[in-house]
């Protein structure tokens, strides 16, 4: 397998009347991935400001057998279970980094 990091952007809509329940699901599995998984090395989540039910989510994985990994982890097969009825729309894109900086 590639050791370059996979980066994906994550483009969501949820149903409205759903937004807070999935909100508080989303923000339980970040957490719980960035703490659980060595090769997580971020997620960040956006909303559009006004439609606030579109959801962007940034990934980057350290490689791909961590993006792999991250997908059978338990944290992230509860989030997918329990949000499954609330995501109206979900498009994965593959990604390219230009610049990706951070303070630590």
């Known amino acids: 397998m590639s050791r370059k990091p996979v980066v994906r952007m994550a ?3 949820i149903n409205p ?8 699901l989303l923000t339980e599995e970040i957490e719980a991935s960035v703490r ?13 400001r006004d439609d ?17 990994a991250h997908l059978r982890t338990p944290h992230f097969l509860k989030y997918k279970a329990e949000t499954a009825g609330m995501v109206t729309s ?14 630590p």
């Open 90 to 103: 979900l498009t994965l894109l593959d990604v390219d980094p230009i610049v990706m900086r951070a303070k």
């Open 36 to 48: 659980l998984e060595a090769g997580v090395l971020s997620l960040s989540a956006v909303s559009i």
């Open 17 to 24: 009347d759903m937004l807070d329940a999935y909100r508080a």
């Open 11 to 13: 483009e969501l809509e």
């Open 52 to 68: 606030p039910n579109r959801i962007r989510i940034l990934e980057v994985y350290a490689d791909q057998d961590a993006y792999e």
